[in-house]
């Protein structure tokens, strides 16, 4: 499973309204994180499959050139600032934003803004030294439908050794670790334990027989793995689960 791949996929296929959008706010936005944090800011339109770069002083350290402090990409992804990423954490770093993707389409969509992806990369800098950096990822808007239309990503030095992937709710304070908030907070036990049998070749009928409940308790449980995991079907709700390492 290209957990790259995935990602891209749940992102640009989200069912967008066509509701007036707020690109021109959320630019200006990037512009003055850059500038008051130093930081690269990363603005991407998942509805128009692009994104608005702005470097602020992190670029300059990490050997980035650029002719403008700002750059439109035909791409929700930032290739020139993946390059700089240590491969083992950039396969991470999709992993964890695969999980809190589908963590915060699980969430209430009057709560989704409270949450945010807080994590460490390892980046080579311009002498070629790896550098502790700290990513934030938050999703700025959701439409009529609930979908994530834009996306900022901000990458800052640290000065934290630690080395983490959180979810943070920036309401409460409260952190959640993605990778063991994925099964409990996204799909129940029960969910889980159907879907392991679905990917082993089970029917509904079997299920019901191995799990000692009734087919009709079997089919609910799988209309609600679809929904959560916004899947069109069986196969593609265990290709899903399996890259959030849930089965």
């Given amino acids: 499973m290209n957990i790259h791949v995935e990602l891209e996929k749940r992102l640009l296929e989200q069912p967008f309204t066509l509701e007036s959008d707020r ?42 050139h650029f002719q403008h402090r700002t750059q439109d990409v035909d791409s929700i992804w930032e290739e020139e600032i993946f390059s700089c990423i240590h491969p083992q954490d950039l396969e991470g770093k999709h992993l964890e934003e695969l999980r809190f993707y589908h963590f915060v389409m699980s969430v209430p969509i009057e709560k989704r803004g409270a949450y945010y992806l807080h994590s460490h990369l390892n980046m080579k800098d311009s002498a070629g030294e790896y550098v502790n ?30 080395f983490d ?24 036990n029960r969910e889980v334990e159907i879907l392991r049998l679905i990917e082993k070749g089970l029917k509904s009928k079997e299920i019901a027989s191995e799990l000692f409940i009734s087919i009709n308790t079997v089919n609910r449980h799988r209309q609600n793995i679809l929904k959560k995991l916004q899947a069109s079907n069986s196969i593609e709700a265990c290709r899903i689960a399996k890259s959030l390492k849930i089965i």
């Fill in 165 to 188: 992937h959180l979810i943070v709710n920036s309401l409460t304070g409260e952190t959640l670790c993605p990778d063991t908030c994925s099964c409990d907070d996204i799909l129940s």
């Fill in 23 to 64: 690109l021109n706010e959320f630019r200006q936005l990037a512009i003055h994180y850059a500038q008051v944090e130093n930081a690269i800011a990363v603005l991407s339109d998942m509805k128009a499959n692009t994104s608005f770069i702005c470097y602020g002083g992190l670029a300059t350290r990490l050997g980035i």
């Fill in 133 to 162: 950096v700290l990513h934030r990822m938050f999703y700025l808007s959701y439409d009529t439908n609930g979908c994530a239309r834009f996306a900022l990503c901000l990458y800052n030095l640290s000065f934290s050794d630690e």
